[in-house]
């Protein structure tokens, strides 16, 4: 019997300490990080859609300049919205964009930004021409061109190319009233 209530013994103390191996033993868990939702910082990298509307820019820069030519830096061209202000003696100005190495474009290709250019010159020889910067493939609707009359505005598209090179849509528009 000695022999029997050792056998026992044994195999109890074997299935609980299987019960315990199988039961305490914590599940393998693969864990994937992204993130989604808000951020720390203002930098978005990735697409984000919105409910109720969206709106972006809030800054303003102003050329000001009796020269022929101006180039904007990349500090203006990200501002939304740049209007060139008429000055006494100012000529027809030829308003060159930022090159596409400045961080005034996005870094990742297919992504966009979008400018308005307003040309506040009143006099009718003070037209702004937008021309390409560095790297820029400058585009115009069939049958417009890049040059912006006066009072007039233009919307500046421009998106990151899978080269360094960034294109940028001119579309002038004019007075509707």
């Known amino acids: 019997m000695n022999k029997l209530n050792i056998t026992l013994v044994a195999l109890l103390g074997v299935a609980l300490i299987g019960f315990l191996a199988l039961y305490s033993a914590k599940p393998t868990q693969t864990v994937i990080e992204k993130t989604v939702g808000a951020v720390a910082g203002s930098d978005f990298t990735n697409r984000v859609s919105f409910l109720d509307g969206f709106e972006w820019g809030g800054k303003y820069a102003t050329v000001a300049t009796t020269s022929a030519t101006y180039t904007l830096s990349a500090n203006q061209y990200k501002s939304g919205l740049i209007e060139v ?56 609707n069939d049958g417009q061109n890049v040059v912006i009359g006066i009072n007039n505005y233009a919307v500046v ?16 528009t004019i007075p509707a009233d």
């Not at 400018?115 to 937008?130: D, L, Q, R, V």
């Open 85 to 140: 202000t008429s000055v006494t003696g100012a000529a027809a100005l030829t308003l060159s964009l930022p090159a596409s190495t400045t961080d005034a474009y996005p870094r990742q290709v297919g992504m966009r930004t979008s400018t308005i250019i307003k040309n506040s010159h009143t006099a009718a020889a003070t037209t702004t021409t937008i021309a390409a910067g560095t790297g820029i493939d400058l585009q115009e």
């Open 157 to 172: 598209d421009c998106v990151r190319l899978v080269t360094t090179d960034v294109a940028c849509i001119i579309n002038e």
